[in-house]
Structures are given as C-alpha cells and as structure tokens.
C-alpha cells in the first residue's frame, strides 16, 4: 500500500525551476519529519533536504539558496521548490517520512538538460 505520493518533476533546461510535491496520510505526516532524498545513476541515495513537525528545515550544501522545502499542515504535504536548476540535479527524486517509521515515496524523476 503506498503510503506517500509524490508529484511533479519533469524535465528542464539548466537554469529553470521545477516544483515536487507529496502527499502522505494525516497519521504518517503529523508525527514525522519529512524529507527529500535523491538518487542519481549510478549514485547513492543522498539527503536533499528536510522539514521537521516543529518547521526545522536542513538542506544539503549543494542545494542551499536554490531548494526549498516547505510544509502544509493541514494539507498534510511537503514540497520541494527547485530554483537555478543544474544537469548535476538529475536524478531520481524520493519523499521520505520519519517518525514513528519510515516511509518512502516510489520516486519523481527530475531531469535537467544543459
């Protein structure tokens, strides 16, 4: 059973924006920090950023000044505003909750031609 549903994505020239946007059930979403990780080819999974339940946001340094990620309480989602996009931010993009366990999204492909 999915749990968290993420949207958005696509493909973009360098230098453009894209927005990511997940949905996960109000039982998952008020108890977890909620996070975006990546996966490019051939690369780990790595943090993009994070959102915790008291609004603490954490960014990865390549991704600082260009990301954003917010949270709508009462529409139990997180999104990832993406700005000034780089072709190194290609990859397989994956919400992610924490808390009382861990959740993934099934991944929104981001690609960024140069």
């Known amino acids: 059973q999915e749990q968290l549903v993420e949207s958005g994505g696509g493909l973009v020239l360098a230098g453009g924006s894209l927005s990511l946007s997940c949905a996960a059930p109000?039982?998952?979403?008020?108890?977890?920090?909620m996070g975006w990780y990546r996966q490019a080819p051939g690369k780990q999974r790595e943090l993009v950023a994070t959102?915790?339940?008291?609004?603490?946001?954490t960014y990865a340094d390549s991704v600082k000044g260009r990301f954003t990620i917010s949270r709508d309480n009462a529409k139990n989602t997180v999104s990832l505003q993406m700005t000034n996009l780089k072709p190194e931010d290609t990859a397989v993009y994956y919400c992610?909750?924490?808390?009382?366990?861990?959740?993934w999204g099934r991944g929104a492909q981001v690609t960024v031609s140069s």
């Open positions: 959102n915790t339940v008291h609004g603490r946001k």
């Open positions: 992610n909750a924490k808390g009382y366990g861990i959740f």
């Open positions: 109000e039982s998952i979403f008020s108890r977890s920090t």
